[in-house]
């Protein structure tokens, strides 16, 4: 089983940056494509960004292109969200997770496909 911690998040003013981490335990990650997905109160968990196995493959939501950035490092079980130029409607509560795809190298846009679940970490974006 994988257990998923992100953290990273917090308040900020509007064109700023934040960082979010989510390391794992429980296994390795390197059989398992990972993605980001977030939600604000009273709206649907939403994708934002997944990353395959090998880090080549990235796919972004339309509203985040250019400005977010996803990343692994393997040698240290984490997966990462670079948001730059963030906006109000950016705030929502943020959550990491784990797709199995070996042994392709795919990314997926959809909640189910992905088994394993971090907690959650907010982001709070100020006008």
């Known amino acids: 089983q994988v257990q998923l911690v992100e953290s990273g998040g917090g308040f900020v003013q509007a064109g700023g940056s934040l960082r979010l981490s989510c390391a794992a335990s429980?296994?390795?990650?390197?059989?398992?494509?990972m993605g980001w997905f977030r939600q604000a109160p009273g709206k649907e968990r939403d994708f934002v960004a997944a990353?395959?196995?090998?880090?080549?493959?990235?796919q972004y939501t339309d509203s985040v292109k250019g400005r977010f950035f996803i990343s692994r490092d393997d040698a240290k079980n984490t997966v990462y969200l670079q948001m730059d130029s963030l906006k109000p409607e950016d705030t929502a509560v943020y959550y990491c997770?784990?797709?199995?795809?070996?042994?392709?190298?795919?990314?997926?846009?959809?909640?189910?496909?992905?088994?394993?679940w971090g907690q959650g970490n907010q982001v709070t974006v100020s006008s």
């Open positions: 990353i395959s196995r090998s880090g080549g493959n990235t």
């Open positions: 429980g296994r390795t990650l390197t059989n398992y494509a």
């Open positions: 997770a784990a797709h199995e795809t070996f042994p392709s190298d795919e990314v997926s846009l959809f909640r189910g496909s992905y088994r394993y």
